[in-house]
């Protein structure tokens, strides 16, 4: 994938769209709900995580691993494809400093004079408008972390909680607190924090291999500038065909500081602003730019980028499997849970009437996003339910524990030699939706020997 004089600052414009979309869904998402099920929602307050529409409570655990699995096969997918791609192009730290850095403060306040020059000192005095700096991205960072809130306290509750802080002092802490920090960052902390701070920048050598896309200095064509020793020779090369000509629009335009003709380094973030700066210049001179977006091997063969390789494929084939696993389980999943335990009490027994009762605590939990009434049957048709008497209702989420005492007055088994578990299979269900909410557990009726009830 070599840059052409014809895609000249195109990477800029494609990472600007990219950051309106970005910004844009990461917005809406919070507010995309079917009735009270939102597509993507960790709520701490009502113990329930949604995700596509569908409601988990806190318990069904089994979703959890097909979504490590596509967080972290999709972090070494990515990675191994595009390298830092992520960073440069949808991570909202990059996307915040764009914006204050290049919109905010250069193309709106005239604080620096270019965008292309990011080693440029911002204009000295300028009071008014460095505080109207500020206070535009004070602004813009209580949005964001009202935005990040919205993840876990879905806007129409967050409305409402906002107007009553007083007996919110959670979210009010972690508003401003988010807050805080993101001005922290943005105006001081700057690149500093993908450098630094960002775990991700430090793991993600280990993911690339010699096919990653990254930002890549054409030495055979620019001409050596650093030894291997990483020292500078000369930043413009003195060879009869080197083409590089020293101009450094490419150091000048670097957010994090760094000489891209130095070969990979741990601070690239791969915004490519480089690669467009090198285009321009080269565009002058109708020569193809000397730094672009392609892999080592696709430089040293003269190739185009490998991009299915067997490392790539395998994590594609993984993250599809996983996909397909969180969806199944997002449409088959159970709208209603029960388990049953058996309690500490054996079996009684009424020797007038020959009957035998067992006890069990049942555990019910309304996991849809509607109230129901349940109640329950047991297979075995000569055991009868005693208790409860009455149908369970259940708030949307809510749980109960049920004493359910089972009964027979039927001889079940006559067996002298010890008491025998009788299986049975408990069918509980929705009273108001038999047909799609309900499940079925195994349990065991321990019926005593006969002598016991002959006694
Ligand atoms: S070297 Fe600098 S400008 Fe070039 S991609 Fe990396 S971070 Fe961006
Ligand atoms: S912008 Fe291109 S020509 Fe100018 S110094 Fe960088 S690599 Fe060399």
Partial sequence: MSSTPQNKGSYTKKRYLLFVIVTFVIFIIPFMKIDERHLLLLSFEKKQFHLFFTIFDMQELSIITPLLILLFVGVFFITALGGRVWCGWACPQTIFRVLFRDFIQTKLLKLYKTVKNKREHIQKGAYFRKF???????????????????????????????????????????????????????????????????????????????????????????????????????SK?????????????????????????????????NCLECADACTEIMDKLSKETLVSWTSPNAILNNTKVKFARFRTIGYGVVLVIALCILLYRSFTKEHMVLNIHTTTQSYAISKDTKSVENFYVFLFRNTDSKDHTYYFEVSNPDITIKKPEKHIFLKAGQQTKEIVILHTDKILVENNSGTTPIPITIKAYAIDNKEEIHTSKKAVFPYPRISELAK
């Fill in 237 to 269: 090369p003195k060879g009869e065909n080197d083409e590089c000509i020293g101009c450094e629009a490419c150091v000048k335009i670097c957010p994090t500081h760094i000489d891209i003709r130095k070969g990979m380094q741990l601070e690239c973030i």
């Fill in 132 to 234: 109207v700096a500020v206070a535009i991205w004070v602004c813009l960072s209580l949005v964001a972390a009202s935005n990040f809130m919205w993840y876990f306290v879905p806007p129409e509750d967050f409305f409402v909680y906002v107007q009553d802080l007083e007996n919110h002092k959670v979210l009010m802490t972690f508003i401003i607190g988010i807050t805080t920090f993101l001005v922290y960052d943005i105006i001081f902390l700057k690149e500093n924090f993908c450098t630094y701070v960002c775990p991700y920048a430090r793991i993600q050598s280990v993911m690339f291999d010699e096919d990653t896309v990254q930002t890549i200095y054409n030495d055979k064509r620019g001409g050596v500038i650093y030894d291997k020793d990483g020292n500078l020779i000369s």
